[in-house]
């Protein structure tokens, strides 16, 4: 359907009310229909071009640094991806060849990962990407006509570039800035005002037509101030000399032991007594191995039955009124801490 009639007609702990009825909603394009792989191909270099950009001493660091964090070369596979887009400025059909390579997967599975994350660009885009964000809370705050204003400013349309090459405009999903809604990415640069000569996103500052304005300005400035925009990395610096996962050539790292996080506890124990004794009850977690019922004898705790794992219910035929119990149980090599102790009643 190309209109969706449709209205909000609850919201938890919301009370609205609809004076006009339910209003047309236009589905906006998905972000692969706008810049993605479902455009028409776009003209792909060969891996003669982009190899002497790709395999430069620098890059050769950062990639093995990264591949030595990981047990397996595929795990570094979006953060090369990421190095790619950093070097290339967008990850065309070779280079996600390239990384499947390195990464030591198939290519039709570096594609499948480049083609689900709309944040690998699989076309050029414009040097300033604006991303407005279209989900709920922006769009309750105005985000369909910023958008609007801004498409009509470049005089682009969404997922277009403008003739000069500065722009290109794509709609985003949840940003996770709702508290600034409408909000938008300028690169990948948070915006929302400029001040200062910087782009800013205070606390409560949204996205109007004249905050637009001046941010599209200050790419316009800055455009003339630096020939070409300059190489941010990605991934926030690159952090060489971790010596890499245990077992990486120079590694000193040791695997994780396996105590380093304690057991859960049985939780929810309750004790009745019956005239067939005391039973128990209690929640089991699934990664129990082994269960201990416990009753106070005296200061100390006396063992009184092993239920299974399985069991959600335990009988202490010589259990009376009045007397505490408790459990422990067992994740594998793992002790947990006795339960909370539970009377009889």
């Not at 030591?104 to 689900?116: I, L, M, N």
């Not at 004790?271 to 209690?282: D, R, Y």
């Not at 801490?337 to 009643?345: D, L």
């Amino acid at each position: 359907m190309n209109i969706i009639q449709g209205a909000v007609h609850f919201v938890a702990n919301n009370k609205l009310t609809f004076e006009k009825g339910p209003m047309p909603i236009k589905p906006y394009p998905s972000a692969a229909n706008q810049v993605g792989h479902k455009n028409k191909l776009y003209p792909q270099p060969s891996m003669e071009e982009i190899l002497p950009k790709l395999e430069t001493p620098a890059v050769k660091v950062r990639i093995a640094d990264l591949l030595s964090r990981y047990p397996e070369p595929q795990g570094a596979l979006l953060e090369v991806l990421w190095v790619i887009q950093e070097v290339l400025g967008w990850v065309p059909r070779e280079s996600i060849r390239w990384a499947s390579k390195v990464c030591d997967c198939s290519p039709a599975h570096a594609y499948g990962v480049v083609t689900f994350y709309t944040m690998y660009k699989q076309v050029p885009t414009g040097r300033y990407l604006l991303q407005f964000c279209r989900n709920i809370c922006c769009e309750q705050k105005g985000a369909s006509g910023i958008i609007a204003y801004t498409e009509k400013a470049l005089k682009i349309k969404t997922g277009e570039t403008t003739p000069d090459g500065l722009f290109t405009i794509v709609q985003v999903e949840c940003l996770g800035a709702c508290g600034n809604a409408p909000v938008m990415l300028v690169n990948d640069e948070f915006a929302t005002d400029v001040e200062g000569g910087k782009l800013t996103m205070r606390d409560g500052i949204t996205l109007t037509p004249e905050r637009v304005d001046k941010i599209l300005k200050w790419c316009y400035d800055r455009s003339e101030k630096y020939e070409e925009e300059p190489v941010r990395d990605a991934l926030g610096g690159t952090l060489v000399g971790h010596k890499g996962h245990p077992g990486a050539p120079g590694s000193s790292a040791k695997p994780q032991e396996m105590d380093y996080a304690p057991a859960c506890p049985v939780l929810g124990l309750k004790a009745v007594a019956e005239k067939s004794g005391v039973t128990l009850t209690w929640k089991n977690a699934p990664e129990f191995t082994h269960l201990v019922v416990e009753r106070a004898d005296g200061s100390s705790w006396k063992k009184v039955g092993e239920p299974s794992v399985k069991d959600k219910e335990f009988i202490d035929p010589t259990g009376l009124a009045g007397m505490a119990y408790r459990m422990i149980a067992t994740s594998g090599d793992r002790v947990a801490k006795p339960s909370t102790e539970e009377k009889a009643v």
